[in-house]
């Protein structure tokens, strides 16, 4: 299958807006969590969050739409593409808009006026749609915690099709009470902030941020085909053992990048790294070593989680996490994981616990949701020495 | 006429929540009686309840387990477990949000009950289709308003083409019942609609064994506004050319946001199509187009049929389904 490659990146986290800014901090290994102030919910000292400040942003819809064309415009800039973009499409990866209705609603709270929790992707997306004359497919992926990976995944084969010349891909997530409080209802989070594979472990942190991703075929233009990340393949597949935790042997998971490693003609041998999903829960990092396991046994690749760092970022995490890591790599090294310390010797594998030195290869990137919702993504770096 | 390529239609349903007739469900839907409890029906089709499943995850399990009810009825068939499932959703679980927000905002600020958050993950129905029907492979909720549906069956059929899956298994589910959303109620009322809620499934296949008919083309006809009703019906006209084989016509079947006018200038430009209105029976709700085209395969033709079913949004986008229902 015809390679794509990342043209363009743009992101808002916790770090600030753009991606220098968390290649400066991820190299000093500074997570940017903290109590949770965006609201007040019961049982705060659970509330370790990674938030974007919002200090200038507006409230409700309008604020997420002004993330939206942020996070676009930046990376539109550098990938030198031009308005307006007819043929290119948009695709969105987010657990859903809840949590923009959720930012409505509370916008409103105070005049009864219940409408505004009735919403649906149009009222942020068709804005956007409009702002950058976008004239190819557009569309959401909702696939919980998978979803901007899968839409990462969609666009490559949209382009290696060639049904389109390029694919926007964003990664969006607010920080919600729904959210937090459902989490906290199932017991997920680690008032510790989350600590990926660690023997002392207890949950998740959550994050938001909005991430944008501009990916193009690789032989689209010169210009183009001397970008450093290419995307090889990726799958996806559904773990139907329960709808909030993975089957233990991690058995689904191993056979997602089998699929992922196979679609990208690549050997587990090849890989160079590994970006793994690390939430910090007990189950989902049991059965994510599991399948590390199962699938590279000895030979295991160097591991980074990102997760600290920006806080579980759900439905965004794909995105995120892949202009977090390109970051980081350009900037000359693969992140230590934040919050790993004690290895657990039941997982039987320990991630990064400094930084080490960026080399051109092979990496696997994994990403898992609720309901069962996997995804791997295979892709190459290649270093160039600034 | 291509004849390459052809995506096969295997088995279908289309159901609403109060069973009976098209005319049936219209007239529940007029007298504006609350949707029934889905749990016996699931029970009845999957032998247990789905324990704290929403009435929203019900809905579209039940559409997905008829499915493969009709599809067991042929020896021999059944879905295998490597098919692909691609659901479409408009507004998710729109009324499990609206408790949700109550439940964490003042006066209560409490926490979020477990099973209503995890039913307002709009995935959650598609996790308890593949549990049920027993398959793992790719899983996918695409959400698009009006356009979820057939941007879902896009995505499939891309995927069956490019034969990267050999079996799809495509639906549109949606409630609107309590969903005060403004725009939707306006494009109901613009369809002369009232709102409903049910779900429309399609299994598809590059292979024709069994198959009860096929769809030719889902396309995106830009927005112009330099165009106007005639040129609008022709783009979509000369988009269809490669697959129209006969003076047979096409029976036309207009989704939202089509106009009175244009509904005439395409049935003209399809040689005067006869115009199924199944908004009107299926009731308003995003994914309705789910309903309206599965439920042409549902119905006994004693020869070959094709169906054209147009869609815009709120943009000025048109998309466009294509599909034929053979002789049954």
């Known amino acids: 299958m015809t390679q794509t490659c990342i043209t363009g990146t743009g992101i808002v986290s916790c770090f600030g807006v753009g991606a220098d800014v968390i290649a400066s901090e991820l190299s000093k290994g500074h997570s940017n969590e903290k109590q949770l102030s965006a609201f007040k919910l019961q049982d705060s000292e659970y509330y370790l969050v990674n938030e974007i400040d919002r200090s200038d942003l507006d409230q409700g819809y309008a604020g997420e739409i002004q993330l939206f064309i942020n996070v676009i415009k930046q990376a539109l800039e550098q990938a030198n593409v031009k308005l307006p973009l007819t043929d290119c499409g948009l695709i969105i990866g987010t657990s859903g808009f809840m949590f923009a209705a959720e930012s409505e609603f509370r916008l409103h709270e105070h005049s009864g006026n219940k409408t505004a929790a009735a919403g649906y992707d149009g009222l942020i997306i068709n804005p956007v749609v409009n702002y950058f004359g976008i004239g190819g497919p ?249 | 006429m291509s004849t390459e390529n052809k995506i096969f239609v295997r088995a279908v349903a289309c159901v609403n929540p109060f069973g009976g007739t098209a005319i049936k469900h219209h007239e529940v839907l007029a007298a504006g009686y609350a949707a029934p409890d889905l749990k016996i029906i699931i029970k009845k089709l999957y032998g247990q309840p789905l324990r704290q499943a929403s009435h929203l995850v019900e809905l579209g399990v039940i559409g997905a387990l008829t499915l493969n009810q009709s599809l067991a009825k042929t020896p021999g068939e059944s879905l295998p477990q490597a098919t692909r499932l691609y659901s479409a959703t408009g507004l ?91 725009h939707f109620l306006q494009m109901a009322k613009d369809a002369g609609a009232i709102p409903g809620q049910g779900a429309g499934w399609l299994f598809l296949s590059n292979q024709d064994k069994e198959a009860l008919g096929e769809v030719n083309l889902v396309k995106l006809i830009s927005a112009d506004s330099s165009m106007d009703t005639e040129a609008w019906s022709g783009a979509i006209t000369d988009s269809l050319v490669n697959y129209i084989d006969s003076d047979r016509p096409i029976c036309l079947l207009p989704g939202y946001n089509i106009s009175q006018s244009e509904c005439g200038a395409m049935t003209e430009k399809l040689r005067n199509s006869q115009v199924q209105d199944y908004i009107q029976y299926s009731g308003a709700y995003f994914t309705a187009a789910a309903y309206g085209i599965s439920r042409q395969f549902v119905s006994k033709h004693g020869h070959d049929r094709r169906y054209l079913h147009i869609m815009k949004n709120e943009a000025g986008e048109t998309m466009c389904v294509l599909f034929r229902v053979y002789q049954n």
Do not use: W
């Not at chain 1, 004690?342 to 990137?365: M, V």
């Not at chain 1, 609720?370 to 160039?384: I, K, Q, S």
């Not at chain 2, 049920?132 to 995927?159: K, P, Y």
């Open chain 1, 138 to 386: 557009v569309f959401s992926v909702h696939t919980a915690c998978a979803s901007s990976a899968n839409a990462i995944i969609l666009a490559h084969e949209m382009i290696a099709r060639g049904e389109t010349r390029r694919v926007i891909v964003v990664g969006a997530e607010g920080l919600s009470a729904v959210a937090l409080s459902g989490f906290q209802s199932l017991m997920l989070l680690d008032k510790k902030g989350c600590r990926p594979f660690d023997n002392d472990r207890s949950g998740l942190q959550i994050g938001e941020a909005y991430g944008a991703i501009i990916i193009e075929a690789k032989n689209n233009n010169t210009e183009n085909e001397s970008r450093a990340l290419t995307i090889l393949g990726g799958e996806n597949l559904c773990d139907t053992h329960h709808v909030t935790s993975a089957s233990p042997d991690g058995i689904m998971m191993q056979q997602v990048i089998q699929q992922a490693l196979k679609t990208a003609d690549i050997k587990p041998a090849d890989i160079n790294f590994i970006k793994a999903h690390g939430t910090g829960s007990p189950d989902n990092d049991t059965a994510e070593a599991a399948a590390l396991n199962s699938v590279f046994g000895q030979a295991m690749p160097p591991i980074t989680v990102l997760k600290r760092y920006f806080g579980h970022t759900l439905g965004a995490c794909g995105v995120v996490e892949t202009i977090g890591l390109f970051a980081c790599l350009q900037a000359g090294f693969l992140p230590a994981t934040a919050g790993f310390k004690n290895s657990d010797p039941a997982l039987k594998i320990s991630p990064l616990t400094k930084s080490i030195e960026a080399t051109s290869g092979y990496f696997l990137s994994n990403y898992f949701g609720f309901g069962g919702n996997y995804a791997a993504l295979v892709m190459h770096y290649r270093h160039e020495t600034p």
């Open chain 2, 92 to 182: 998710g679980d729109v009324s499990k949000n609206m408790k949700l927000f109550e439940q964490v905002s003042p006066p209560r600020c409490g926490l979020a009950a477990p099973f209503d958050f995890i039913n307002s993950s709009a995935n959650t129905t598609a996790f308890y289709v593949a549990k049920i029907l027993g398959l793992n492979s790719r899983n996918l909720t695409i959400s698009r308003d009006e356009f979820s549906l057939e941007v879902a069956l896009q995505t499939a059929i891309s995927d069956l083409k490019n034969g990267a899956c050999n079996y799809g298994l495509v639906g549109g589910f949606d409630e609107t019942a309590n969903a005060a959303c403004p």
